[in-house]
Structure formats: structure tokens, C-alpha cells
DNA sequence: TTCCCTGGCGCG
DNA sequence: AAAGCGCGCCAGGGAA
């Protein structure tokens, strides 16, 4: 790149007719030059090492899952497709309308589960549908830029964009580590539940078992025991009059068939679910590879797709096991949405029961409720919006006792149920009500509406207060990990490589010598570390829950503590 | 045959 | 204990 000598902020890549364009951006968004890239993977390695750029990309796992695995790490990143999402429906934002004609961003991603990305190679179609060519992602980058600099609070806004972009570089990093995960372990664990694996349809021993034991319970050979319908029948058949096959409802009763059919139930989830299937499918070389979905759910928390690797079962979690010389630091929040929603609501009272230590046992020490049980379920309640049972009767207590937090949730369903839309801390809005949901709320206000129109879009009003309610909460929070997801990326990744590589390192070229993430799950992360650099590991989890508590709320004071465990693996009490 | 829905259960 | 938020996945079963 000839001429300037700014340290160039943003580089915007895409397609030319001269193949892989990168284009420098000022910080006026002016283009300062471009220049076609003959090999991406040795050209971005170079830059990112004399400058670190932020790079401006239309989609992350497009161009960084190729980059990961020649080994190539980027640090920081801005995600157009991302981005477009937040922009376009943030109430911040105030006029989106130009977002909005540009359908194209709103495109699916590209679908990381296809091996072999084809971004780089020019003769191939793109593995997306979004655009890709060139002057297309600048296009879209000033439209976001213009539209940032127009929006109300833009600060927050800019932090938000940071930290999803941020979470896409780590989803990608996450999958190109992978989880650690003894398979030996895992069969072992099988085997020890199932008994050993059956051929191919056949049904492993103890399961048998557990299905003979209930249909001679039930007094009926040929029961099918996977089908709802008919599993119900047979139950009402010996008297069991359960209105479903649920685990909850059937424990009610008290017949012969319950505790095998439970049994039953227990072993074939886990058969169905994480059995040898699962681990033939999933379990490659050692390592387990899900794909993350950053801001695939409306809230903004992740999603997963193939492998369910947000449904991590606490059965299985021994089978997740460090490399041999490495360790696991297991880190999770404790409480993160009830501190989040102290933080955001200013409520300093709840903030007192919540400062350094177990929150639920600080409401039970103010004398709000009875026990730590209590206050759990009540706090789940308010946040969630229940209204009846045990939860629901303990609400009221914590609005006494929290008026301000409870004021926040309360006001929040409130906009939900009136058709409006609610933001969190960095300015994610909820998507506005359906066609449906507004003909309904009409409909039922129309002269001739019957009950049921009326009835209907009570319920439907209830059930999108819920909603809101619970999405300015569950949204912050996943603000929170986000923020702390990225600075502890960048406190590992700073973290000296260890001089020797693992004798047999399967974490893929750029992880193979370096502390890593390797799993995030809403409020816990692992970390699979050389032995030597677990403390620092644990520290570096610390330390980014603090600053991502102050890049929130600032100085309001309150802790966001973590439980932090180094073993070998990451099994949980 | 394929597709979509439901029940059920795992996770936060 | 099973009400109240957000997900993904599996198996069965009916629709297309």
C-alpha cells in the first residue's frame, strides 16, 4: 500500500474484478486507496501484525474461518451482516429507512457447517447469499456509518457493534479450536448408563431392561414406549390418568410403571440425545465442533446449530477433558441476570443484597423472603412475568422490598402489551409486533368484537409483555458476556505462546501453542490453557468480568463475581 | 417420500 | 415444583 502514512483504521474487503480488493477507510469514511490481494491469508496475517486494523467485512465465518485456519488471527473486526440487524431496528437509530431498502444485509449467513469455504477462490460461488462485491460492502458500510452518527445515543450503540463483531471473531475461534472432549470418556459413560453398544438398530442392554420392567408394569408386551399417544393409552389403561407422558406429571403418580418408565425415559434422552451417534457425528479427533450462532437469538444471546452446543448436559460434562500438559478453567457468573438488572435499573438496594455474594442469599438476609430457594424463584418470576403458583405468591414481596428493579420489568411488559418496543442497556431493540399481533389488539376493539377476539388479544398482549419483559433483561445481560467474551479474548490471546507445542496439538494451527477459549454458554466460558498459564487464565476471566461491568454500568457499584475452577476436566459438582 | 408440527427434555 | 423467558434437537405422526 503506497502513500499514506496513517495507520489505516479500517479496511474493507471484498470482490473486484480483480479478485480480493481491500479498500482503506479513513475515520471520516473516506476511501484512501485500494489494491487488489493476490493471497488473502499471508497479505491480512501481515497487516494485522504491522497495524492491527479493524477489519470491515460482510460476514465473519466467510472470511475468517479460511484465515483460522491457515492459522491467521485477526483482532478486531467490524460485521456488516451483524451490524445491519442491530442498526436497522435499534431505536436509537432515527431514521433507518435506508437500512431498511437494503434487504440484501438481511440475508441468512453463510452456513459454516459445508466444509470448505469458498470465499477466496474466484471461481466458485460465494458460500452467502449477502453481497459481496466490493463497492457493495462499502455501500453498506456507509450506510451504517451514517446512520450511527445520526443516532441519539451512538456511543452505546458503537460498543454494541464492537462486541457482536467481537463475538463473531470468537464463535468462529471457538469452532476452529474446538472443545476438548474425550470420546473414551464419553463411551465410557455410555456404557456404564446403557450398557455396551448395541449393533446398528439394536437396543442396548440396560435400556432393555428398563422397557421390559414397564411393560410387564403395565401388564402389555408390545407397548411402544416412544410414542406418546400410545404410551399415554397404555397408562390410562392401569389407571394412571396423567393428562401427559411428562417426567413432572408422571411422578405425581404412584404405580409399579413409574419408576421404570422414568428410568426408561432418563436413558433413551441420553441414548437419542449424546449417545454414540452423537459422538461418531460430532466427536472428530478429540475435539467437539458446534457451530455458534452470534445474535441468533432476538435478544441477542447466541445460538447454536448441529450438536446442541448450548444444551451441554451436565451428565456429559466429564467427558470434556484438557490435553495432556493443559488444563480446563471453568468460569461462570453467578446470578448475572438479576445483577444486570440491579445495574440497569439503578437500584442500589438490591444491589447492597447482591454485593459480594450470593445474591439470593442477600434478599433472604434483608428478610425480603424466607429462604435462598424462595428468592430464586421469586426473582426468576419477576423477570419472567409469572403471575400464578409459587412464583407469582413471592413477587410481591421483592416489589417492596426492590421497587426500582421491579419498576423496570414492570414498565417494560407494559410497552410490550401496548404494542411498543423495548431497548437494552447498549440500544438492542426488540422487533416490533407482528401483523397478526396488531390485527388482533384492532380486531378486539372493534364494536362487533366477540369474547373470544377479546380474550385472544389479552392473551396475546400478556404474552408479548412477557416477552419484553424479560428481553431488556436476558438482552443486557447477554451485553454483558459479550463485553466480557472480548476483552478476555484479548487478555488470553496476549498470554505468551508456550515454547514447545503440545506433543500432539489438535486445536488447529492458530490455538495449537495458546491459552484459548473453548466453550461460551450464556454466562460461563472454558478455557483450555497450558498448565503453566492456568492462574493467569483464571485472573484474565476475573479481570474482564470487571471491565465489562464498567464498560455497562460504569462505576455503579456492584460485582459481577465469577466461580472459577482449573481441573482436568469439567465436571461440575 | 418429504415436510412440518407436537411433545418431551436438555441448556441458560 | 412444573406456572413464567429464551433456545436446539429428537422421535413420532400426520399432511402434502
Not at 397404555?234 to 403418580?253: C, F
Amino acid at each position: 500500500m503506497a502513500g499514506s502514512d496513517r495507520t489505516p483504521t479500517w479496511i474493507v474487503v471484498g470482490r473486484t474484478a480483480e479478485g480480493i480488493t481491500a479498500a482503506r477507510v479513513d475515520d471520516a469514511g473516506a476511501e484512501i486507496d485500494r489494491r487488489a490481494v493476490a493471497d488473502v491469508t499471508a497479505w491480512v496475517g501481515a497487516v494485522e501484525a504491522a497495524a492491527a486494523p479493524r477489519w470491515v467485512w460482510n460476514d465473519t465465518p466467510s472470511w475468517y474461518d479460511p484465515l483460522l485456519a491457515a492459522g491467521v488471527r485477526v483482532s478486531r473486526c467490524h460485521d456488516l451482516r451483524l451490524s445491519h440487524a442491530i442498526l436497522r431496528d435499534s431505536a436509537d437509530v432515527t431514521d433507518a429507512t435506508a437500512l431498511r431498502a437494503a434487504t440484501e444485509w438481511d440475508a441468512a449467513a453463510s452456513d459454516t457447517t459445508d466444509v470448505a469455504p469458498t470465499l477466496f477462490d474466484l471461481d466458485t460461488t460465494p458460500g452467502s447469499a449477502l453481497p459481496d462485491a466490493l463497492d457493495d460492502v462499502l455501500a453498506e458500510f456507509h450506510r451504517q456509518r451514517t446512520a450511527l452518527d445520526a443516532a441519539g445515543d451512538r456511543g452505546r450503540l458503537r460498543l454494541l457493534i464492537a462486541a457482536e463483531s467481537a463475538g463473531a471473531l470468537v464463535a468462529a475461534e471457538l469452532r476452529a479450536a474446538g472443545l476438548p472432549w474425550d470420546a473414551a470418556a464419553h463411551d465410557a459413560l455410555l456404557t456404564e448408563a446403557l450398557g455396551p453398544q448395541s449393533a446398528p438398530g439394536g437396543v442396548p442392554r440396560e435400556l432393555e431392561r428398563a422397557a421390559a420392567r414397564v411393560r410387564d408394569a403395565l401388564g402389555d408386551p408390545g407397548v411402544s414406549l416412544d410414542s406418546q399417544p400410545k404410551l399415554l393409552r397404555a397408562l390410562h389403561r392401569v389407571g394412571v390418568l396423567a393428562p401427559s407422558t411428562s417426567k413432572w406429571e408422571l411422578s405425581e403418580y404412584d404405580h409399579p410403571a413409574i419408576e421404570p418408565l422414568l428410568e426408561y425415559k432418563r436413558l433413551a434422552r441420553l441414548m437419542s440425545a449424546n449417545g454414540w451417534a452423537w459422538l461418531a457425528e460430532w466427536v472428530h479427533d478429540g475435539r467437539f465442533r458446534p457451530v455458534y450462532v452470534p445474535g441468533g437469538v432476538v435478544t441477542g444471546r447466541w445460538a447454536s446449530s448441529g450438536g446442541g452446543a448450548l444444551q451441554l448436559p451436565r451428565q456429559l460434562r466429564g467427558a470434556v477433558r484438557a490435553d495432556p500438559g493443559w488444563v480446563l478453567v471453568v468460569a461462570d457468573v453467578a446470578q448475572l441476570e438479576p445483577r444486570v438488572l440491579a445495574a440497569m435499573a439503578g437500584d442500589t438496594a438490591l444491589a447492597d443484597a447482591a454485593r459480594g455474594r450470593d445474591l439470593y442469599a442477600g434478599i433472604v438476609e434483608r428478610g425480603t423472603l424466607q429462604t435462598r430457594a424462595e428468592a430464586k424463584i421469586a426473582m426468576l418470576g419477576a423477570m419472567y412475568g409469572a403471575t400464578t403458583g409459587d412464583s407469582g405468591r413471592l413477587v410481591p414481596a421483592l416489589r417492596r422490598s426492590f421497587p426500582r428493579a421491579m419498576a423496570l420489568v414492570d414498565e417494560a411488559a407494559r410497552v410490550g402489551e401496548d404494542g411498543g418496543v423495548v431497548t437494552t442497556r447498549l440500544g438492542r431493540t426488540s422487533p416490533p409486533p407482528s401483523m397478526q399481533w396488531r390485527a388482533a389488539q384492532a380486531r378486539a376493539g372493534e364494536p362487533d368484537a366477540t369474547e373470544g377476539d377479546e380474550s385472544r388479544a389479552r392473551r396475546w398482549a400478556r404474552d408479548r409483555g412477557r416477552f419484553t419483559r424479560n428481553f431488556v433483561v436476558q438482552g443486557t445481560a447477554a451485553e454483558w458476556a459479550l463485553a466480557w467474551l472480548a476483552d478476555l479474548r484479548g487478555r488470553l490471546a496476549a498470554l505468551p505462546p508456550v515454547s514447545e507445542p503440545d506433543a500432539a496439538p489438535r486445536s488447529g494451527t492458530a490455538f495449537a501453542r495458546h491459552a484459548h477459549l473453548a466453550l461460551f454458554l450464556h454466562d460461563e466460558v472454558i478455557i483450555h490453557a497450558p498448565a503453566g498459564q492456568a492462574d493467569a487464565a483464571a485472573h484474565a476471566a476475573v479481570e474482564a468480568a470487571q471491565t465489562a461491568a464498567r464498560l455497562l454500568f460504569g462505576t455503579f457499584p456492584l460485582d459481577f463475581p465469577l466461580d472459577v475452577r482449573i481441573a482436568a476436566t469439567a465436571q461440575k459438582d
